[in-house]
């Protein structure tokens, strides 16, 4: 057992050595000819022989050689499958565990039983969201958690303080983004507002709408009922 062990061990430990010489050639090298790349969170090899995945800033995604003499900046295909392997990587990095959102930081929409569930970043002056508003009031049987997230600009801020004070929120939510209602003037304790932007921040929530379904993959920008719907079941 012994001498079919250690060469074993040895191969094992070869190959772990020259991935880590690999990963190392890459870092060095990107470092110094890109500035931008001097920090990168992760290399590591795709299916494609030859070919290593760089991610940086969290969830962007680039390619290049073992000895990082060529950059690529695009989607990796799998033609087989038919699989963009870029966006699922990209999707699983940006996933938001759902059942860690703080709720009590967002007011509820319960439409028919309520049973399937999605999390909502708005801004009540992003034009995309009034029209993913209206289109989301064809989708039924689910539970909206609405977060307020003003990025837009003083006025988006006020309106969403308006909103969040208001004694039926859901309706001067609606009667805004639906109906072109303004919400009334109204004061309460609206730091739930604050930290729903410092959320968006932590998670890199750039743009509004962006939804967060129940198994934590999320869409920034406006979607179809149909596509929601998709997503939800």
């Known amino acids: 057992m012994k001498r079919l062990l250690t060469p074993l061990m040895a191969c094992a430990l070869l190959l772990a050595g020259t991935a880590w010489s690999q990963e190392a050639v890459i870092r060095k090298n990107l470092g110094e000819r890109i500035p931008q790349l001097q920090k990168i969170d992760e290399v590591s090899k795709t299916p494609m022989p ?14 290049t050689d073992a000895e990082a003499n060529y950059l690529v900046q695009g989607n990796l295909i799998d033609t087989r499958q038919k699989r963009n392997l ?23 929409i319960v439409r028919g039983n309520g049973a399937r569930k999605l999390a909502v970043f ?23 958690y609405m977060f307020l997230y003003p990025i837009l600009g003083p006025d988006s ?45 932590k998670f890199r929530i ?21 596509q929601v ?3 939800l079941n």
């Open 50 to 63: 030859g070919l290593f995945e760089i991610r940086v800033n969290g969830t962007e995604i680039y390619y």
């Open 86 to 108: 870029t966006e699922e990587r990209v999707e699983k990095l940006s996933a938001i565990a759902f059942d860690t959102l703080p709720f009590k930081d967002a007011f509820t």
């Open 122 to 144: 708005e801004d009540p002056n992003c034009g995309y969201c009034k029209r993913f508003e209206k289109d989301l009031q064809k989708v039924n049987n689910v539970t909206v």
């Open 157 to 201: 801020t006020e309106k969403s303080k308006n909103i969040w004070c208001a004694k039926d929120k859901v309706k001067a939510w609606q009667d805004w983004m639906v109906r072109d209602v303004a919400p009334a003037a109204a004061s309460c304790d609206s730091a739930a507002i604050a930290r729903n932007v410092e959320l968006g921040r």
């Open 206 to 226: 750039t743009g509004t709408p962006t939804l967060v379904f129940a198994d934590g993959s999320r869409v920034p920008g406006a979607i179809g009922a149909d």
């Open 229 to 231: 719907e998709k997503r």
